[in-house]
């Protein structure tokens, strides 16, 4: 089990920081006073983390915060390390970006001692328990998790709170090429497209279909019905090197008939011809073609 082999490490930490850094801890007691364990410090010593695994954020939502703590204040300290004159965030760096919009002077902070190591992991579980990262930025910090701690996939999943296909599904990610991955970090390609993309073994062709989603802007199921038909191109060939070339000819005159793509698949003793329509408009005329060609006309 997680809890048994990790001990009082990592579960434990993350569990503790949980209680510190969550809503239920307030700045201010109902007298509109700092509570007890909350200091006020000058922002000027405060610095960000520079482990912090998101290093993208919202502008509109930055400013939208910034709104508010300029009306209400910081309702929820940031948590902090002492770190040589100053003091760096362990918990809370959005807090901190939309107080320095606001023009905020001081910000109230809990002071913890914590190592280098502990800080990372912090804020890796932190920013995946509010899914503040973009879907590679939340692949990498599950790798690093995994990797640092010594876990399981099933283990993480677990302590994270998340399923297990969740967690390798996030992972898989990270084997999608460098290019494709930079479009999933900067949002251009969804999780979903990057899925579909997972199942193209060739990774040329994927950084193909990948460039084609985004110049055309097409949805998941556009590519989902692009790479079933190239699925399919790719196995023709062998269909058609089956029929002779009586039935070859007899096809080409089908579509020449039907106006539109006539495919057979099988030999001349079995098989199936499939006729293609392409809307319901298409459908009507040919319907209206085979009831013309009953009549003889």
Same mark, same amino acid.
């Given at each position: 089990m997680a809890n048994s082999r990790l @001990?009082?490490?990592?579960?434990?930490?993350?569990?503790?920081?949980?209680? #510190?850094?969550?809503?239920?801890?307030? $700045?201010?007691?109902?007298? @509109?006073? !700092?509570? =007890?364990?909350? &200091?006020?410090?000058? #922002?000027? +010593?405060? *610095?960000? &983390?520079? /482990?912090?695994? *998101?290093? $993208?954020?919202?502008?509109?939502s930055l400013a939208e915060l910034a709104d508010s703590?300029?009306?209400? @204040?910081?309702l929820q300290p940031l948590v902090v390390v002492k770190k040589d004159a100053g003091y760096e965030i362990v918990a809370g760096e959005r807090r901190f970006r939309a107080a320095r919009l606001a023009g905020l002077k001081a910000v109230?902070?809990?002071?913890k001692e914590i190592s280098e190591k502990e800080r990372r992991e912090i804020a890796l579980v932190e920013n995946l328990q509010r899914e503040d990262l973009n879907p590679m930025e939340e692949s990498e910090a599950l790798?690093? +998790? +995994?990797?640092? &701690?010594? !876990?399981?996939?099933?283990?993480?999943?677990? $302590? +994270?709170g998340k399923s297990r296909p969740a967690v390798a599904n996030a992972l898989r990610l990270l084997t999608l090429p460098k290019e494709i991955q930079n479009m999933v970090r900067d949002l251009s390609l969804s999780t979903g497209h990057a899925k579909v993309l997972l199942g193209v073994k060739v990774p040329e062709l994927q950084l193909a279909l990948a460039k084609e989603v985004v110049q055309k802007? !097409? =949805?998941? *199921?556009? !590519?989902?019905?692009? /790479?079933a038909a190239l699925v399919a191109e790719k196995k023709e060939p062998a269909a058609k090197k089956a029929v002779s070339l009586e039935l070859r000819s007899m096809i080409d005159d089908m579509q020449r008939v039907f106006g539109t793509k006539v495919r057979v698949a099988g030999s001349d003793k079995k098989g199936k011809i499939v006729i293609d329509y392409y809307n319901e408009d298409d459908l009507q005329r040919i319907f209206e073609l085979v009831e013309r060609l009953k009549e003889g006309d």
């Open positions: @001990g009082r490490g990592f579960a434990a930490l993350i569990s503790d920081m949980r209680e #510190i850094d969550s809503p239920e801890i307030e $700045t201010y007691d109902e007298k @509109g006073e !700092l509570k =007890s364990g909350v &200091n006020e410090v000058s #922002i000027d +010593l405060v *610095r960000a &983390n520079p /482990l912090q695994p *998101r290093k $993208t954020f919202d502008e509109i703590i300029s009306a209400h @204040g910081i109230p902070v809990i002071v790798y690093t +998790l +995994l990797k640092e &701690n010594d !876990l399981t996939q099933e283990e993480l999943a677990k $302590t +994270l802007k !097409l =949805s998941v *199921r556009d !590519l989902e019905t692009k /790479l």
